[in-house]
Antibody
Framework: EVQLVESGGVVVQPGGSLRLSCAAS????????MHWVRQAPGKGLEWVSL????????YYADSVKGRFTISRDNRKKSLYLQMNSLRAEDTALYYC?????????????WGQGTLVTVSS | EIVMTQSPATLSVSPGERATLSCRAS??????LAWYQQKPGQAPRLLIY???TRATGIPARFSGSGSGTEFTLTISSLQSEDFAVYYC??????????FGGGTKVEIK
């Protein structure tokens, strides 16, 4: 069974930094591209970032470009999101998600999310 | 940038009735369209990809159709567990994924 378990979400002050983690199991982690998607309270889904299977390519939404960094450790079957210069509008539930088998971009599995609150 | 627009925002349906949800893309996305279901307090779940292919374990009462710019998710006979928010998502120009704003299916 595919499992994705996020962690690291906390309350942080504006301008602060945070690192989210996602532990994967139940599939061959290094065969798949991985994403972060967020959902602000009571709002819809927003794609945040993508990393290729080998970590060689990374992509970001304009809203986080230059502030967030996605990475992965295939030996540890883990995905990360380093979040810097946090803003109130970054407050959201952050999901990690597994791309499709052919990396076409639909999200075949999701974790339960970790909540990031940016507030003074 | 492609914008995905879902309608209606809220759909009130009685159990056993048919529900039809729409998703429109501002530019053609071919069949690179997925649908997700999200229940309160839960993560989204993939229902449909390729506009019409059901994901593993998804009941046959869920069906998707359309291509280009107009897409439809149909739930043929609503069950109690189907009341949720549904999102469409385009993925034609990976890696930029875009979601629609969602349609809430509520009990009438």
């Amino acid at each position: 069974e595919v499992q994705l378990v996020e962690s690291g979400g906390v309350v942080v002050q504006p301008g602060g930094s945070l690192r989210l983690s996602c532990a994967a199991s139940g599939f061959t982690f290094d065969d798949y591209a991985m994403h972060w998607v967020r959902q602000a309270p009571g709002k819809g889904l927003e794609w945040v970032s993508l990393i290729s299977w080998d970590g060689g390519s990374t992509y970001y939404a304009d809203s986080v470009k230059g502030r967030f960094t996605i990475s992965r450790d295939n030996r540890k079957k883990s995905l990360y999101l380093q979040m810097n210069s946090l803003r109130a509008e970054d407050t959201a539930l952050y999901y990690c998600a597994k791309d499709s088998w052919d990396s076409s971009g639909y999200l075949a599995a999701w974790g339960q999310g970790t909540l990031v609150t940016v507030s003074s | 940038e492609i914008v995905m627009t879902q309608s209606p925002a809220t759909l009130s349906v009685s159990p056993g009735e048919r529900a039809t949800l729409s998703c429109r893309a501002s530019q053609r996305v071919s069949s690179n369209l997925a649908w997700y279901q999200q229940k309160p307090g839960q993560a989204p779940r993939l229902l449909i990809y390729g506009a019409s292919t059901r994901a593993t374990g998804i009941p046959a009462r869920f069906s998707g159709s359309g291509s280009g710019t107009e897409f439809t998710l149909t739930i043929s006979s609503l069950q109690s567990e189907d009341f949720a928010v549904y999102y469409c998502q385009k993925y034609n120009n990976w890696p930029a994924l875009t979601f629609g704003g969602g349609t809430k299916v509520e009990i009438k």
